[in-house]
């Protein structure tokens, strides 16, 4: 088993509800207004309600739009943090955290150009999808538990700064008019 296939392979995520609602909680309180962190925080919730409106979709045409849009947003969050917010992990000697991090997104996109194979109505798809869902809500939860905790904490002033309008810059490049 590949190092991406075990990462997926964790459908139910090992922390409980509980634990996922306490770190968001505390990231909250460690973000600024529109800051890197708070954006990031925004759109770890818009994720979660597109997963939902995917499982909640009663047809073929728009569970594939409910998927569509999901897509646009996982990628372009996925992509703006690969680009700016893990790299600034490994500056901030958080080495291992990125490496995971980097690993855990890529088996997250392998795992979406899978579910598109699958057909919209099967159950198969709805194993998938709620695989996938599950591996990132623990990823989230990692980030916003405490890789994300650490670097708030240790990155200077200026640093965050432009960590936020960077990582809003990249965000905005892939999602851009079709934001959620
Ligand atoms: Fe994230």
């Not at 088993?1 to 509800?17: F, H, L, N, W, Y």
């Not at 800051?35 to 045409?61: G, P, R």
């Not at 980097?102 to 194979?117: I, R, S, V």
Request: hydrophobic share 45%; charged share 25%; no cysteine.
């Amino acid at each position: 088993m590949s190092v991406v296939d075990k990462v997926i392979a964790a459908v139910t995520p090992p922390e409980s509800e509980e634990s996922r609602k306490e770190a968001r909680a505390k990231a909250r309180a460690a973000a600024r207004p529109g800051d890197w962190l708070s954006l990031i925080l925004t759109h770890h919730q818009q994720i979660e309600a597109a997963f939902a409106a995917v499982k909640l979709a009663e047809t073929a045409a728009t569970r594939v739009a409910a998927q569509k849009k999901l897509a646009v947003i996982l990628t372009g969050h996925s992509n703006a943090e690969e680009s700016v917010i893990y790299p600034a992990l490994t500056v901030a000697n958080e080495k291992s955290h990125a490496a995971m991090a980097y690993t855990e997104q890529a088996a997250a996109k392998t795992q979406m150009a899978l579910l598109e194979k699958l057909a919209p109505m099967s159950q198969d798809y709805l194993d998938k999808l709620e695989h996938i869902r599950g591996a990132v809500a623990h990823h989230v939860y990692e980030e916003e538990g405490k890789w994300f905790l650490e670097l708030r904490e240790n990155l200077p002033a200026a640093d965050q700064t432009k960590l936020t309008s960077r990582y809003k810059e990249e965000f905005d490049r892939y999602v851009g008019a079709e934001a959620v």
